[in-house]
């Protein structure tokens, strides 16, 4: 499946790449390669996955390629979501030799990283199957990454919460504290938003919740809870608003995420996702092409 070099990349994806090879080449370029690998050199190589792994980010990843070497061919060997055994081949790089030296390592350590996130996110995934609930990720996010971090989630069988600052309300306790408390916080933010701008807002108890869903919430974030107390404010709020939703947040880890599912919460947002997914262990095996 060969990616394209036109059209993949938005333009934070593309500066973020440019970037990423000044760091490593800073202008000078990789003189190890320049003063052993003759220029001429055409190679091949393969990047195979030490571990298990759930694959996602190779488009940009193909994107650090082309921006070493327009030339060079990238072919991925699986989709995005996809599963590989440790030993599998997730794509298959042509060119010039020196050209997929220079891009080896950052090309690696954006596959291994939002190959991890993938990885992360399928384990919680998986760890609330068949409960209702969805886990969905937060803003803490890698600068520059959050687009492809949440696409990562996405692929995993996770969810996405909001992008940015721009794209949902969600009154958290500083708002509360500059904003007059829950009531007047959510009565303010549901005067301004369009019909179509959700409004949540974190409370940290029943009586908290209370309030939110009178004053109009769409959603609230139950904060720092423990299973009993979600429990219990989960049969609260269906009991005065059954429309409103409810979301989990705080503390959240694979050990304890189905236990909070369980609750009957319909959303459980956890930064272990994105901030929390450690890199996988990927490597880029060349074979010289002496034809």
Not at 78 to 98: I, S, T, Y
Not at 166 to 178: E, R, S, T
Request: hydrophobic share 45%; glycine share 10%.
């Amino acid at each position: 499946m060969k990616t394209e070099r036109v059209d993949i990349l938005d333009p934070v994806g593309r500066e973020l790449v440019r970037l990423a090879l000044q760091e490593d080449l800073a202008g000078y370029g990789d003189v190890t390669s320049e003063w052993t690998v003759p220029e001429q050199a055409q190679a091949r190589a393969f990047i195979v996955a030490r571990e298990h792994v759930v694959v996602s980010g190779l488009p940009l990843a193909a994107a650090v390629l082309f921006e070493v070497d327009p030339e060079a061919c990238f072919d991925e060997a699986v989709g995005e979501g996809q599963e590989v055994a440790a030993g599998g081949v997730l794509a298959e790089v042509r060119g010039r030799a020196r050209s997929l030296l220079a891009a080896e390592r950052t090309m690696l350590n954006i596959a291994r990283h939002l190959c991890g996130v993938a990885t992360q996110a399928r384990r919680f995934a998986r760890a609330v199957e068949d409960t209702g609930a969805v886990v969905v990720d937060t803003r803490k996010t890698t600068p520059g990454l959050r687009a492809w971090e949440k696409r990562a989630v996405r692929a995993a069988g996770c969810g996405n919460h909001r992008f940015g600052l721009f794209d949902m309300v969600l009154i958290k306790d500083n708002h509360l504290v500059a904003g007059g408390g829950i009531g007047a916080a959510v009565r303010a933010a549901k005067a301004r938003a369009p019909f179509s701008m959700k409004v949540e807002v974190e409370v940290e108890d029943e009586r908290g919740l209370r309030e939110a869903i009178g004053a109009g919430a769409d959603i609230v974030l139950l904060d720092n809870m423990g299973t009993e107390e979600l429990g219990r404010c989960v049969k609260t709020a269906r009991r005065l608003n059954p429309a409103v939703l409810l979301e989990a947040s705080g503390r959240v880890t694979l050990e304890n995420v189905g236990a909070i599912a369980r609750t009957g919460v319909d959303f459980i947002s956890s930064s272990g996702l994105t901030a929390g997914a450690p890199p996988v262990d990927l490597a880029l095996d060349f074979i010289t092409d002496n034809a």
